[in-house]
Antibody, heavy 118, light 111 residues
């Protein structure tokens, strides 16, 4: 069955970077975008951006430009999201999800909690 | 402040029907971009309920239905069940922001 399995919880200090992974299985990885969505404590869902494993091209939400870098490795069917210059506002659960550029996000990872604290 | 506006909460008794609205603008739903709906239950990942305004993915009960009119979309749940309790989000694409946008979410309480 199709699965997206994310890396575990992270605790980082302000100013540091974090890299979250998302390993896909049971489908052709390069046929779908990987989107990243976050949910801060007590808040709603927020789209961070997406990457095409086929082209390697990324599209980031305006709020995250300069903040996030998305990459993918087709040899391991794994997508990565790196956030830099972390602040407490980046404390959230980060989900990866499968989809096309448009369209619904039909499979989701289990979520990766990132806590930014000194 | 979300680009797509949803009521913060709705409630209904088991067996009843509830509707959750999602109000957008000429930059997103009104620009003919499709609306999507997700169910987010506590401790789980979000789940796609409705795609392309009105379509249900395989496995989603027909108690869930979606509609779109102008710059707004709606999710209707009939025959409410206790396990429907959770948060519901609409999502679309916004031309001005050049990206996907989510509504602020609606908490459904089954009384």
């Amino acid at each position: 069955q199709i699965q997206l399995v994310q890396s575990g919880a992270e605790v980082k200090e302000p100013g540091a970077s974090v890299k979250v992974s998302c390993k896909a299985s049971a489908y052709t990885f390069s046929d779908y975008y990987i989107h990243w969505v976050r949910q801060a404590p007590g808040q709603g869902l927020e789209w961070v951006g997406c990457i095409s494993p086929n082209s390697g091209g990324g599209d980031y939400a305006q709020n995250f430009q300069g903040k996030v870098t998305m990459t993918s490795d087709t040899s391991t069917s794994t997508a990565y999201m790196e956030l830099n210059r972390l602040t407490s506002d980046d404390t959230a659960v980060y989900y990866c999800a499968r989809g096309h550029f448009f369209g619904g996000l039909d499979y989701w990872g289990q979520g990766a909690p990132v806590t930014v604290s000194s | 402040q979300s680009v797509l506006t949803q009521p913060p909460s709705v409630s209904g008794a088991p067996g009843q029907r509830v509707t959750i609205s999602c109000t957008g603008s000429s930059s997103n739903i009104g620009a003919d971009f499709d609306a999507y709906w997700y169910q987010h239950l506590p401790g789980t990942a979000p789940k796609l309920l409705i795609y392309g305004n009105t379509n249900r993915p395989s496995g989603v009960p027909d108690r869930f239905s979606g509609s779109k009119s102008g710059s707004s979309a709606s999710l209707t749940i009939t025959g409410l069940q206790a396990e429907d309790e959770g948060d519901y989000y609409c999502q679309s694409y916004d031309r001005s922001l050049s990206g996907r946008v989510f509504g602020g979410g609606t908490k459904l309480t089954v009384l």
